[in-house]
């Protein structure tokens, strides 16, 4: 069975951008979470979605969305970006209410 | 909010050395996990417990649900083991809280 996969591996964008991420979950896990990683505050939640809703998000502001497909596939978008939006970017997928969760290889983003 | 806390920060071993990373919590949960991060970035999932001990390989996860304390163990450590060993808890719709993360190097 194919693992989590995010795409872009890696990106650079300028400040003021946004970025899209894009994770394609587990087939079969419905549940997806975003986290982000930085060297400063470790690893945070973002928010997690199911059935194409978001059920809870972290402490972050306004400019991190995303969205969840009706094929589970799920996106986050980060806009007006910021030096300190630079980060590893994860996303993990699990069976609903399973809270086993299997991650991805992250998306790392610099912002300069 | 749940509080994790890890110890030690950072942990240097000789190859063949019993390795013991602690974590604990401040409030209840339905699950702990341990994870291992390698450089570069991929995070696996090693254990999730709700109770008692569990066991792969090399590898040993306890829980204490009264003292909210887990303990990840490593028996016969190789340099191999080097990594980042991270306790989280929870799970489901309110994503996972992580505990800064334990800087493991098992030297040769």
């Known amino acids: 069975k194919a693992g989590v996969t995010q795409t872009p591996r890696y990106l650079i964008k300028t400040r003021g951008q946004q970025v899209t991420l894009s994770c394609s979950p587990i087939s079969g896990h419905r549940s997806v979470s975003w986290y982000q990683q930085t060297p400063g505050q470790g690893l945070q939640f973002l928010f997690e979605?199911?059935?194409?809703?978001?059920?809870n998000k972290g402490n972050f502001p306004g400019r991190f969305s995303g969205r969840q497909f009706s094929n589970s596939r799920s996106e986050m978008n980060v806009s007006t970006l910021e030096l300190g939006d630079s980060a590893l970017y994860l996303c993990?997928?699990?069976?609903?209410?399973?809270?086993?969760?299997?991650f991805g290889p992250g998306t790392r983003l610099t912002v300069t | 909010k749940n509080e994790v806390e890890q110890s030690p920060q950072n942990l240097t071993a000789q190859e063949g050395e019993f390795i013991t990373i602690n974590c604990s919590y401040s409030v209840g949960i339905s699950a702990l996990h341990w994870l291992q991060q390698h450089p570069g970035g991929g995070i696996v999932s090693l254990f999730m417990l709700s109770s008692g001990k569990k066991k792969h390989g090399r590898l040993i996860a306890t829980i204490n649900i009264q003292e909210k304390h887990s303990s990840l163990h490593i028996t016969a450590s190789h340099p191999r083991d080097s990594a980042v060993y991270i306790c989280a808890v929870g799970g489901g719709a309110d994503g996972l809280t992580f505990g800064k993360g334990t800087h493991l190097i098992i030297q040769p």
């Open positions: 993990a997928s699990s069976l609903v209410d399973n809270y086993e969760q299997y």
């Open positions: 979605y199911f059935s194409e809703t978001q059920r």
